[in-house]
Structure formats: structure tokens, C-alpha cells
């Protein structure tokens, strides 16, 4: 009785979607200052999904103002194409921003800080895919933290930049194919991020 129980439960887990999982960690600096960390996971839930979620902690003080920022998204792709979005940004207690997107089958419904409104096309690269894909043919880049489509341009070698619906220019560098480094250039100063090793 015993034995048939334990093969029952290893029948059962080996039934179970296989999820594959990555995680890469950022390190963020103002100036020379460290002042938080950006984490980043990838998980494989079988051959058609992908979750990926971002969580962020920063503290910082510019000029005479305190900042304390938490920031979490969570992406999740079906058949390589954005399924759904979620993001929501703190800063010193209070939310600035958030955005919760989903594919109804025709367009993305978008209902965030900004209002509600319908996207038609459908997105095959956003900002959770630049920590994990190849990003040397992507043109267009779905910024779902304010759910607008912007241009992503090639600025040098294994660098590429877009800007946020915002003004926030974003550059990404990369080495082998990874990414290693960027920069968020708001206007009142650059935060730096540095992947650890």
C-alpha cells in the first residue's frame, strides 16, 4: 500500500509542467553610490509560456529630495507573444505608477495610471524580454509599463537604446549576448545598473 502510494505521488509530479527557471540580480548606483538592486527572473512553465517578473529596491537622496522606490512587473508570454502585464511603481509610500494590460483575443486592454485604452497589435518583445532574448533584429519594443509601443535603436556596438513614453532614455549594453550593464537617464540625474556576476 505504501510502495503504490509513492509511485502514485512520482506519476503525479512527473505529470506536472516542467518549469525552467533563470534569475540575474542588478546591482544600481547613482553617482558611485550604490542605492539598490534590480532582480530579474525568467521561468519556463512549458513550450508555449513564459513568466517573467522585475522587483526593484532603491533608496536615494538627489539633491535636497528622498527617494524610496520599489518597483514590481510581472510579464507572462504565450506562444512567443505578451499575454498579460502587470506593473506597479512606489515611491515613498505611495504609488506613482501602474499598468495592468491584457490580450482579449483582438487587442490589449490597458487600464493604468494614465486612463484605459485598446492596443491592436500584438507584442513579441517588451522590456522583460531584453534581460533574456536576442535583441539584434528587435525594431520595436513594447514598453507595457506605460503600454506604448516605442523604437529600439542600435546605438554601437552591443548597445541599444528607446526612450519611455516618458522621456526616460534607456540604454542597454551588452557582452556575448548577455546583458550586462544599463543606464536610466531621467532628468534630473543617470542611475547606473550593474549585473552581478
Same mark, same amino acid.
Given at each position: 500500500m505504501r510502495l503504490a502510494f509513492i509511485f502514485s505521488i512520482l506519476f503525479c509530479s512527473m505529470s506536472l509542467p516542467l518549469i525552467a527557471e533563470e534569475t540575474m540580480t542588478f546591482d544600481m548606483f547613482l553617482y558611485k553610490d550604490k542605492i539598490g538592486y534590480l532582480t530579474v527572473t525568467k521561468?519556463?512553465?512549458?513550450?508555449?509560456?513564459? *513568466?517573467?517578473?522585475?522587483?526593484?529596491?532603491?533608496?536615494?537622496?538627489?539633491?535636497?529630495?528622498?527617494?524610496? =522606490?520599489?518597483?514590481?512587473?510581472?510579464?507572462?508570454y504565450i506562444n512567443g507573444k505578451l499575454f498579460k502585464s502587470?506593473?506597479?511603481?512606489?515611491?515613498?509610500?505611495?504609488?506613482?505608477?501602474?499598468? =495592468? *494590460?491584457?490580450?482579449?483575443?483582438?487587442?490589449?486592454?490597458?487600464?493604468?495610471?494614465?486612463?484605459?485604452?485598446?492596443?491592436?497589435?500584438?507584442?513579441?518583445?517588451?522590456?522583460?524580454?531584453?534581460?533574456?532574448?536576442?535583441v539584434r533584429n528587435v525594431k520595436r519594443l513594447f514598453c507595457d509599463t506605460?503600454?506604448?509601443?516605442?523604437?529600439?535603436?542600435?546605438?554601437?556596438?552591443?548597445?541599444?537604446e528607446f526612450k519611455a513614453p516618458d522621456g526616460t532614455r534607456n540604454v542597454y549594453e551588452y557582452e556575448n549576448g548577455k546583458l550586462k550593464r544599463m543606464e536610466f537617464h531621467v532628468s534630473i540625474a543617470t542611475v547606473r545598473a550593474e549585473r552581478r556576476p
Open positions: 521561468k519556463k512553465v512549458n513550450d508555449s509560456s513564459e *513568466i517573467y517578473t522585475l522587483t526593484s529596491n532603491s533608496k536615494a537622496k538627489i539633491l535636497w529630495m528622498e527617494y524610496d =522606490n520599489q518597483s514590481s512587473h510581472e510579464v507572462t502587470t506593473h506597479k511603481e512606489v515611491q515613498n509610500g505611495k504609488v506613482k505608477r501602474w499598468t =495592468n *494590460i491584457k490580450w482579449d483575443g483582438k487587442a490589449y486592454q490597458v487600464d493604468g495610471y494614465k486612463g484605459k485604452w485598446a492596443i491592436n497589435e500584438a507584442a513579441t518583445h517588451s522590456i522583460a524580454t531584453l534581460y533574456f532574448k536576442d506605460d503600454g506604448a509601443f516605442v523604437d529600439f535603436k542600435n546605438i554601437g556596438v552591443s548597445m541599444y
